[in-house]
């Protein structure tokens, strides 16, 4: 197959089908690249923004939309000092589907263009001015959980958090809570496993939605003032199943990969809702498939139990059972291998340069010879020359081997342009010791064989015919076929093996790094923590280390637990739970169940921000358990702007500001092809309380009161260096956020802003009032990259012809990695190449053979207008959709005797007693499952009754939510519809803690199984 577009489509389903309210509605044309004035009025801009003008009294402000993780631009109109209406930034390729206006657009012209974002945006008035939203720090007034709070006074709640104490001897609790300064001791935390860290590891810092900006500020708090190893963060819950295919791919390079939406002809949708929730976001990508695919230039189909609004669009839906994509996956690899429909031109370059030489992206390994050889010490390994060789020295020892056709000793893979793909042999070393080796694709090829098409069709649902008419389409288009694969696609237990086989589909074809092709993001414009500034750097630190409470990139093998038992047992196995040494990390399941457990130390000091584990997690009610308990979580400090039902049982509640307010940040793409830095700044005046001294009560301000308090390094007087030698003090959020600023214009080399740019931001942007501490030309600089919002590059600088140049460096259809990685808990190691795994618990019992008397399977699904867990506020999308259903296929309701509207309780192993909710009868869903959209079943954010004394001072909403007896006031409408996450299934095995993969510690999203009954 040559790598030259080949536009074969071979599926039946070719017509147009319209989607009522798809994305279709939220597509938008490009405006003109130079000329704003002049862009054409495009009939599809369904959700423009009136032009906008700064006006006396409004003002206009280019940030960086958090509604979603998606970083879309935002244009915030605000109107005396309030945030009235949000749309989008031109300047954002993310906004203008990839061709926004050209970048040295004045900004008065810009305001002229319209540029949509979507519906999620569209209600960030409604929910940063929630009444519900909280204003001052609060303190626990009763038992943990029971929702009594009071206001506490800001240096109290430094010096109680920072020098703990008797602290709830009041309530009759005595027990001594430790503070932050007892951890700053580099003591070991274990003094029988000194590898495990010192006392620091103590302090746990969970982070849910945190971007870059925050994430180095509280980084630089935690790992570098503090010292603890422990900031987490919930990359598990947010998607890690299809990152840990993509990490496996790249050898962990890389992880946001996805087909290219501008060039690509024909794009596999795995487990992704591609119109509705997605990174890019639906009004970038959805927007950019739904146009695409009308004008007849792309071609998708969807792989998914629940038939997404995108699948009314596509060529086929292959409705795959929950679990099961690796299946899927894997039949197409199998029919691909036997139909010669993979690129062998592609895959037999053995070497960087054969690989550019055939106009290729990248190389893949798949020539390259493995030591399949249980004896020899690096089985599972590449054979490298030194291998065959013990003299060799140098880099030629490293070189992997590869074999020609009719060669019968190996040789380097740098000395021939085409090697073989499949081929197994007996090779001998120079000592005559044999060694047996397999190419990587011919591991790839036994993988796929292990199951013939026919039971691959059973086992993952979708008919065998429709299997091959799929594989056929993908492998018809050249190198510009590839995946999307997301959430869905392997979001659970063993779906590191499923994602893995969903991305090596792409390397089949060749189409990694190429333009229509699979392609990571192009990273960000001029590097924020260095250049002008050193925000890196800590004088004085200690450098974080030991074992993550997760026990994320950990090797069990090198703890004293492993030796323990190894000298008791002989074999060390098991661990008391599954370590991750293989993982892209952000384990907060694994760090809540190892705070549970206590292993493999207790926690003592507690922080979540914006974290709300008990509502967000696959089975996070057994953490309730948990947080109550304060022996296992002595102190919990929760950052967030509502009381939750996670932090209802914290110690302290700290209000933070919303993106509107705050949440600085550099925000690069996590879309296929482009490279830009998103600026976030503050649109309005924070809405929190402030400190004695003025600044606004917030995450940066606690950090570095706590750190100053402390007398820890990295924060206060003098904190900061510059590349002159010059010290700057580091004592509110904006004295670092501005340095980083400057740092990237700096970097991207931006030239300065015209005097009317900077009189306009000046005039716009609250920043503007924190503008001395940066010299004049720095700031000038700063005000031409805040007036757009950031800093963007065309789609088209990152590509060389059709390959891009900011992509991975090479493709692993085999991980050798992976393969030297042992399960923890069964001490086999893993294998290097995709392969279908079934779902299993961690006893390795196939969960499809646990389930029995629970015929239904559970998927949740992410709705278009619905922002996670926090939509609740949302008052324009509460209102179109106040509650969730509980969705079945029509032909099981008829089978229960059910109806739409009728209500059932969905009954799981775990949760005997169940949840409820109202049945809709829907042919969008596989038979067999039920489908229950996220965001709904609330008892925090005002869903429930609080007592919070003096709740008209901590509440934004103030009298308006507090009755009669000073108590917050419930409002019923939130708490409408069910939660799935409340029945998910835990791991009976393992101390009830929600399921995760053993590989790379993914939660399970899609193993629960439920009993339906109606309820009279
Ligand atoms: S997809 Fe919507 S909510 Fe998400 S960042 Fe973009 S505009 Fe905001």
Known sequence: M?????????????????????????????ASPTKAAEAPFDPRWVQQAAATRQTPGTRTVHSVCLACNARCGVRGVVQDGRLVNISGNPYHPYNMQFTPIAYDTPLDQSLAVPSPVCGKALDTPQHIYSPYRLRTPLKR??????????????????????????????LGENRRVPGIGELISDAPIDPEDPSLGSKRNGLVFLTGRLQSGRKEFIDRFVKQSVGSRNRIGHTDICGLGFRMGNFALSDGKAVELKADPK????????????????????????????????????????????????????SDWLAVKPGKDGALAMAMIRWMMENDRINRDYLSAPNPAAVKKRGYGVLCNASHLVICDPGHADDGRFLRARHLDPA?????????????????M????????????????????????????????????????????????????????????????????????????????????????????????NALVGSVNMKGGYLTGGGGCGKPTGGLYDLKTVAGSIKAGGVAISREKAVYEKSAEYRRKKDQTGSGYPARRPWFAFTKG???????????????????????????????????????????????????VSIDIAVNESNIYADYIVPDLSFAEGHYGWLTPHAPGLSFTGIRSPMIEPLTDKTPDGRPICTETLLIDLATHLNLPGFGKAAIADANGGRHDLLRAEDFYLRAFANIAAGAKLPPAHPGEIAGVEAAYPLAAHKAILPSEQWSTVCRMLARGGVFKPYDALFDGDVFTKGLTEVHVYNEKLAGVRNSLTGRRFSGSPAYVAPADTQGVEMDAQEKHYPFAVVTYKSRLHTQSRSLWSAIAMEIQGENRVELHPADCRRLGLASGDRVRLVSKSNPEGIQGKIQSTALIRPGCVAIAFHFGHSGFGATALSVRD??????????????????????????????NDVTRLDDTLGRTPMVDLVGGIPDFSSTRVRIEKVA
């Open 263 to 314: 060039n690509a002809d024909y794009i596999l949708v795995f487990g992704a809702n591609i119109y509705e929730a997605l990174q890019p976001g639906i009004n970038t990508y959805g927007a950019m498939v739904a146009r695409r695919r009308a004008d007849g230039k792309l071609a998708f189909s969807i792989a998914d139990p629940r038939a997404t609004r995108a699948s009314a669009h596509a």
């Open 392 to 408: 060799l020295g140098g880099d030629a020892a490293e070189d992997r081997m590869v074999f020609t056709r009719d060669g019968k």
């Open 951 to 980: 709740g008209k001072r901590a509440f934004l909403g103030g009298a308006d939510v507090i009755d009669a007896d000073g108590r917050l006031k419930a409002d019923p409408a939130f708490g409408k519809g069910l939660n799935p």
């Open 410 to 505: 190996p040789i380097s893979a740098l000395s021939t342009d085409r090697a073989d793909l499949e081929r197994e042999a007996i090779v001998k070393d120079y000592f005559g010791n044999p060694i047996r080796v397999k190419t990587a694709y011919q591991l790839l090829k036994e993988a796929a064989l292990a199951h013939d098409l026919g039971d691959y069709a059973v086992i993952c649902g979708v008919p065998l015919a429709q299997i091959e008419r799929v594989a056929g389409e993908f492998s018809s288009h050249g190198t510009r076929a590839a995946v999307t694969q997301y959430h869905g696609a392997g979001n659970y237990v063993n779906g590191t093996y499923a994602a893995f086989a969903v991305a090596a589909l």
């Open 141 to 170: 007034s009763g038992p943990r959980g029971s929702g009594q709070f009071e206001p506490i006074a800001w240096p109290d709640l430094i010096r109680e958090i920072a020098e703990g104490g008797a602290l709830f001897q009041h």
């Open 586 to 636: 952000g384990l907060c399941v694994e760090a809540l169940s190892g705070i549970d457990q206590q292993y493999p130390y207790p926690a003592k000091v507690l922080f979540t921000y914006l974290f709300n584990p008990v509502y967000s997690i696959p089975g996070g009610y057994r953490f309730k358990e948990t947080l109550a308990d304060p022996d296992k979580v002595p102190l919990h």
């Open 2 to 30: 040559s790598h030259q577009t080949r536009h074969v489509f071979t599926v039946s389903r070719r017509h147009f089908i319209k989607a009522g309210g798809a994305a279709a509605a939220l597509c938008v044309g490009s």
